[in-house]
């Protein structure tokens, strides 16, 4: 099984980077403290959304999306889920092609053919300032970055486990 971990976001506008630093950090994680975990993951950072995003993840069994929360609580809390259990906005109207949802696009994609996650899990980082020109992260969301990077790692962990076979540790 093979997992893509993907830090989202823009560098340039504050908070937002707090998907790529995350993902920056799991990167160093796995190869300095985790290398038994480094082999079962990809990890990257992009600037995209829905279909481009559905097109990075195709060939991947599982993926975990990181990124910036704007849902009102406090800076720095890190949470996660899957991505089924979040709102998808674009089947409340109609959209085009390009504006799809993540949601829209990984369905569309299965039902093309395309072989995508089966498992695609959320982890955010709720943000301060998501439109401010800024390579730094706020203080809340920088410290949160080593804590949603551990995040990673133990989901990451946790779908490893659940590939072994029975009575193999």
């Known amino acids: 099984m093979t997992t893509l971990i993907i830090g989202l976001g823009n560098p340039i506008l504050g908070d937002d980077a ?3 630093r995350v993902a920056e950090a799991v990167q160093r994680l796995l190869a300095e403290t985790e290398p038994e975990l480094a082999g079962a993951a990809e990890v990257d950072c992009v600037a995209l959304g829905g279909l481009s995003l559905m097109e990075r993840m195709v060939g991947y069994d599982r993926a975990i999306v990181i990124d910036a929360l704007a849902s009102g609580g406090p800076p720095g809390v890190v949470s996660h889920c ?65 804590v949603a990077a551990r995040r990673v790692i133990d989901l990451l962990r946790s779908h490893s486990l659940e590939e072994q076979p029975h009575g193999v540790p």
């Open 18 to 20: 707090v998907g790529w």
């Open 82 to 146: 899957d991505l089924e259990a979040l709102p998808d906005y674009s089947s409340f109207n109609s959209t085009a092609p390009h504006d799809a949802s993540l949601q829209t696009a990984l369905r569309l994609g299965r039902a093309m053919g395309a072989r995508l996650p089966e498992v695609v899990t959320v982890v955010g980082v709720e943000a301060e300032r998501l439109y401010e020109f800024s390579e730094e992260l706020t203080p809340a969301v920088a410290a949160a970055v080593p």
